[in-house]
């Protein structure tokens, strides 16, 4: 489980539910039609929006915003330069053993068609498509994810003009006024909170884990075709250290045994 991501939430909502209850009553704040307006409605639009198919895989985009996937991109340049080792030493057919040991099905499709000896040009190709596609699934994730939070501040709005309209239509009994208005205020209120307290940051999450698997990707088809190419470990290393920021690159002492391996 991502630990962030649970505490944010857990902790928005705590904060707003602590000045609710500081500020005043609590059952003040609970209004059933409200609810159905913002939620129902944020819900029939996203719906209406996005195919049932596509509908049916909220569980699993909202779970990979909580669950928590490590990328390492330095183990994995580290494993490339392995990789680069052994294929200098002992010829690039030596890789096709090593492929069980492989998670990372984009890199065992790379090193295996670098084996085969398929030409570079279309190797790249297929890699990059597989990048780019991989890109589209996580923006339409994303966008699952996006229509209910844009949704659910409109359908706020959408229930305070509901209730103002109702409120004024019974101007006759001035008792009625201000819990009317309280009433109507709420629906707003909810679309804000679930627009930014929960839906927003979730998407922002998952445009932050699209970045962190891209950079991954990214470094495994250069990787690849680096190895393919034949290039020194030394400079397959410093090909990949470029896609990490000044701080995360190898130290001296990497570079030493980098030498020795070579």
């Not at 409109?154 to 006759?172: R, S």
């Not at 008792?175 to 679309?191: Q, R």
């Not at 909170?193 to 445009?207: C, G, R, S, Y």
Request: no cysteine; aromatic share 4%.
């Amino acid at each position: 489980m991502d630990l962030a991501t649970l505490v944010g939430l857990v902790l928005g909502v705590a904060l707003i539910l602590m000045a609710i209850a500081l500020g005043g009553s609590f059952p003040a704040y609970v209004d059933i039609p409200s609810i159905l307006i913002v939620v129902g409605g944020a819900g029939a639009a996203t719906l209406t929006a996005f195919p049932l198919a596509r509908m049916l895989k909220m569980p699993s985009v909202l779970t990979k915003a909580v669950k928590e996937t490590k990328y390492d991109p330095e183990k994995l340049i580290t494993q490339m330069v392995q990789y680069a080792e052994v294929a200098r030493r002992d010829g690039i057919l030596a890789l096709e053993g090593m492929t069980s040991e492989m998670k990372d099905d984009l890199l065992i499709t790379g090193i295996k068609m670098a084996v085969d000896g398929t030409d570079p040009a279309l190797i790249e190709q297929i890699l990059d498509a597989d990048l780019e596609n991989m890109q589209i699934r996580h923006e339409i994730g994303k966008g699952l994810v996006d229509a209910p939070a844009r949704y659910a501040p409109a359908f706020g709005m959408i229930g305070t003009l509901i209730g103002l309209v109702a409120m004024l239509a019974n101007m006759d009994d001035p008792s009625k006024i201000g819990a009317g208005m309280a009433a109507a205020l709420l629906t707003t209120l909810y679309g804000a909170v679930i627009a930014n307290v929960v839906l927003m940051p979730i998407a922002d999450k998952l445009a932050v884990r699209n970045e962190e698997e891209i950079l991954f990707k990214t470094i495994i088809i250069k990787g690849v075709m680096a190895i393919q190419a034949g290039d020194n470990p030394r400079v397959v290393q410093q090909k990949l250290l470029t896609y990490l920021p000044p701080k995360g690159r190898s130290t001296g002492e990497d570079e030493r045994e980098m030498r020795r391996a070579a």
